[in-house]
């Protein structure tokens, strides 16, 4: 049972440990008690004793003692040149899952959704899959050359593509493997590791066919090759008629230059398709008439069917939603409202609508689609609930507008099996039980 | 005046025919420049299937086994068998029925592990990788010929060619015909294009609908604190705060039974909140363990500090109440106790 939660009733009380401030001890410490770090004193036992016994027991000591805040200097600007979260926040960071990977820099840091709100990922937190290491590429000596079937192979400099007409689009961004731990079992106890290689961002950029066009690439081709400058040499073969829709070379994330994990100063943006194929640190385009058959496409990002073979060169990320809170791991506080909050994406266009269940599938009401709905962005959907003790599953379902319906984990498992790794966007059910703790589960 | 017109007159018919765009797209073509045929055979490196891009040149299984052991079995494995850091290259699931139909039938088994030479049906893919990417920290290093002696002696270990094979841009067809896999892809799927057509959509139903809310799979409690303590990857003063997952302090039967402590119980105080008040060698608003521990040593006082733990108190130390710390579990306060009075 955690520090200073009764398990109950799911109330927290002020754990003994924290009822006093860190400043006020240090203020203590330094300077001894006066009278009115006396009363300051007082009125925090007061508040704990009252939090203890559950009854209302004096004033809130964070009102009548107005805060140190309140009554001291602030910190200078520019005390953070690049500002930084809060203190208080340090446990919304970028998380691996123990034992995934047996190397670091082949390996994944997944993004806290549980503790994220709308649908724009911080850059720092955006999540991490690498295949050789992250690299601090020199802008000056970064070039992306255009080849293949073209009229002229081209080189830009990272300066000639910051001159170029620039586009900025909000799109998600979802590795193929995003959730990929749970095809067989439920595997990982939170959000974050289930559906944490997911993100939502303003891409900048330059739109991808004015370099195609500038180069003078052939009209019957019908691929193009990306690759990366890391060690990897990241390639991937990408569908030239989509990537001709709403690709992007990006070097802009949120208002800034891409984060070095990220792809910078260049990485390709093909919104809707799988993580993988935006190929960071973006070097080279060739333009070509044939598949290539990459390593990340031949031997890894392929899913293997329940008959042995292998589906080779998929890309697009089918429709997907998750309750992001609550969520495995996390506890209800008490009975009473709750706002049960998600995302729900397509990679073949916009969410459309999305439902949730509290009874595990059975019955399911509308959610509420928060803000502007973009095609191929994650939206963030909302749903009114009350929790009065009782044990809940908890879903959630998107449908975008190809008329496409999220599915149960029971229908793509008896499709496509339990070992396909990639394409996981089955349904996610969080159990809530009477203590109000909410777990990982799957239904059968 | 006559410029002035003149420049009106211009910016007029621009407008008019739409001529400003052009006018830009060919200001936007002097950006970027042609590359020169050296910088494109310095990056454009990729070896398709069809071996489009693959370099001329040759190496044997047994060059490669040299160099293998050199710059590759540390990761891999002598025999690419490993998986102590990457996946395993080869691991003898490959029969000969297989290299004959090319379809490797221990894909369908799930307990054969899958290796990469049961994976790929594309013998560029192989070669095309270890020449981008290999070795793990020093990719682009190894010279053509290296990169074909390697292939070869991974092709050895697949058993798809004999130990005295020696594998050049001459003879990849041949060796691509024999590779275990190649008829094991599929293109027959909708998830290559954006309107391509799902293989599997979920249900519309609304209410009363047909599931099965039997509870299939659930983390084992054992298994709930494998990702560390959920309690601190949760915001930890909102309505969902994390479940706590590692193990409370433990209190051991011996130490309460001896009296003593041979460590200080720093986690102990720390989760049961003494230290808010409490510094080890220092007052602050009780006074330190030190002194504590100094006047309570050599006398019986455990069950006297339990007590004082439990049930707070005033006047001992000063004016400063000690407020009750009645919600620590009873083995706690104990150990506290015991700590507290084993003197030093």
């Known amino acids: 049972m955690p520090v200073g939660v009764s398990d109950q009733e799911g109330r927290l009380r002020p754990a003994p440990e924290s009822f006093l401030s860190e400043e006020l001890i240090s203020e203590i410490s330094h300077r001894g008690v006066d009278k009115g770090r006396r009363n300051l004193l007082r009125g925090s036992f007061a508040a704990a004793l009252a939090g203890a016994s559950g009854l209302a027991f ?73 295949h050789q290491g992250w690299v601090d590429i020199d802008p000056r000596r970064h070039r992306l050359m255009i080849n293949g079937l073209v009229k002229e192979p081209l080189v830009f400099t990272v300066a000639d593509l910051l001159r170029m007409p620039s586009v900025s689009r909000m799109h998600f961004l979802e590795c193929g493997a995003n959730t990929a731990l749970e095809w067989g079992n439920s595997a990982v106890p939170t959000v974050q590791y289930t559906h944490g290689m997911l993100s939502g961002s303003e891409w900048t950029g330059v739109p991808l066919p004015l370099l195609l066009e500038r180069a003078g690439y052939d009209r019957d081709a019908s691929y193009l090759l990306a690759e990366g400058a890391d060690g990897s040499g990241m390639t991937r073969t990408i569908n030239l008629a989509g990537a001709l829709e709403d690709a992007i070379v990006a070097y802009g994330q949120n208002g800034e230059m891409l984060r070095p994990e990220q792809g910078y100063p260049l990485r390709l943006v093909v919104p809707g ?20 058959a990459t390593k990340d496409e031949a031997s890894h990002y392929v899913d293997l069917m329940p008959n042995g073979q292998l589906r080779q060169y998929t890309a697009i990320q089918e429709a997907k939603s998750v309750i992001t809170a609550p969520s495995g791991g996390q506890k209800l506080l008490s009975q009473g409202y709750y706002c049960i909050t998600g995302l729900a994406w397509s990679g073949r266009g916009s969410v459309r609508k999305v439902e949730v269940s509290v009874d595990g599938g059975r019955n399911w009401q509308g959610a509420r689609l928060e803000g502007q709905v973009s095609s191929k962005m994650l939206t963030r959907f909302n749903f009114d609930w009350v929790w009065r003790g009782e044990p809940a599953l908890l879903q959630s379902r998107v449908s975008d507008d190809t008329g496409y319906i999220q599915p149960q984990r029971a229908a793509l498992v008896a499709e496509r099996g339990t070992r396909s790794i990639y394409h996981n966007n089955a349904i996610q059910t969080w159990r809530v039980s009477p203590s109000g703790e909410v777990d990982n589960v799957q239904v059968g | 005046m006559f410029r002035w017109a003149r420049l009106w007159l211009i910016c007029l018919s621009i407008l008019g025919h739409s001529a400003l765009a052009n006018n830009y797209s060919s200001a936007l073509n002097e950006l970027g420049r042609t590359a020169t045929a050296a910088e494109l055979s310095a990056w454009d490196i990729d070896v398709r299937p069809d071996f489009v891009g693959l370099p001329s040149g040759s190496g044997s299984v047994e060059e490669g086994e040299a160099l293998w052991l050199d710059q590759c079995a540390n990761c891999h494995g002598d025999f690419g068998d490993s998986n102590e850091v990457f996946s395993p290259i080869v691991l003898g699931n490959i029969t000969e029925d297989d290299i004959q139909t090319g379809r490797v039938a221990a894909l369908t088994d799930p307990s054969v592990v899958r290796t990469t030479f049961m994976k790929v049906a594309t013998l560029s893919t192989i070669w095309d990788y270890i020449n981008r990417a290999m070795p793990w920290n020093a990719p682009k290093s190894l010279a053509v010929d290296e990169v074909y002696s390697l292939v070869a002696y991974l092709l050895n270990l697949a058993y798809i060619v004999d130990e005295d094979f020696v594998l050049s841009d001459k003879n990849m067809k041949d060796v691509q015909a024999l590779m275990p896999n190649r008829n094991g892809m599929t293109e027959d799927h909708g998830l290559w294009s954006v309107t ?6 979920g249900s519309a139903c609304i209410t009363n609908c047909s599931v099965n809310t039997a509870i299939t799979s659930f983390l084992p409690d054992y298994a709930m604190n494998a990702h560390g303590n959920l309690k601190d990857q949760m915001r930890d003063y ?60 050599g006398a019986d006082a455990s069950v006297y500090l339990a007590d004082k733990i439990k049930q707070g108190g005033q006047g001992v130390w000063g004016s400063m109440p000690m407020p009750a710390m009645a919600q620590l579990d009873d083995t706690v306060v104990a150990a506290l106790a015991l700590w507290l009075a084993s003197g030093q």
């Open chain 2, 196 to 201: 391509g057509v799902p293989d599997v959509v």
């Open chain 1, 58 to 130: 004096g004033d809130d000591p964070n009102i009548v003692n107005v805060p140190e805040w309140s009554r001291s200097l602030g910190k200078p600007v520019a005390t953070n040149p690049y500002g930084q979260p809060s203190p208080f926040e340090a446990n919304t960071v970028r998380r691996q899952s123990p034992g995934l990977t047996q190397t670091d820099q082949a390996s994944v840091a997944f993004t806290p959704l549980q503790n994220l709100f709308g649908c724009i990922t911080p850059s720092g937190l955006h999540f991490e899959r690498h």
């Open chain 1, 273 to 292: 398709v799988q993580g993988v194929s935006w190929v960071k640190w973006l070097r080279r385009l060739e333009v070509g008439n044939k598949p290539y």
């Open chain 2, 238 to 297: 909102g309505p969902l705060p994390g479940v706590q997952t590692a193990p409370a302090p433990q209190v051991s039967v011996s130490m309460q039974q001896s009296g003593s402590l041979d460590q200080r119980p720093d986690d102990l105080l720390s989760a049961s909140g003494c230290k808010a008040c409490h510094q080890m060698n220092k007052a602050l608003v009780g006074p330190a363990f030190t002194a504590i521990r100094a006047r309570y040593a």
